[in-house]
């Protein structure tokens, strides 16, 4: 069983920087793609960004321009790093791998919270 899991997460002032980490219990090569949503109170869970096996990494559209998914294969870690920050992109943050199998693997989030 394949276990993800977060961390990271925490209070941050607006216009702030985080970078959330989040941890294979296997080679993340072994994964099709690894990625980062986002769920807010009350909100559908939402994808943040998304690295392929093979292919340009995919973001939502609205946060390209501030939001960075790193990976560090040495380290079987996915890094999701955030800059600019607003209270809007306050969320819990989960990390997923979908595998060649066509399983998906969800971790159990870490909460980000940005305010002043």
């Known amino acids: 069983q394949v276990q993800l899991v977060e961390s990271g997460g925490g209070l941050v002032q607006p216009g702030g920087s985080l970078r959330l980490s989040c941890a294979a219990s296997?080679?993340?090569?072994?994964?099709?793609?690894m990625g980062w949503y986002r769920q807010a109170p009350g909100e559908q869970r939402e994808l943040v960004g998304q690295?392929?096996?093979?292919?340009?990494?995919k973001y939502a559209d609205s946060l390209k321009d501030r939001f960075t998914v790193i990976r560090d294969n040495a380290k079987n870690t996915v890094y999701l790093q955030m800059n600019s920050l607003k209270p809007e992109d306050s969320a819990v943050y989960y990390c997923k791998a979908s595998d060649t199998s066509g399983n998906d693997y969800w971790g159990k989030g870490t909460l980000v919270t940005v305010s002043s």
């Open positions: 296997r080679s993340i090569f072994s994964f099709n793609s």
């Open positions: 690295i392929f096996r093979f292919g340009s990494p």
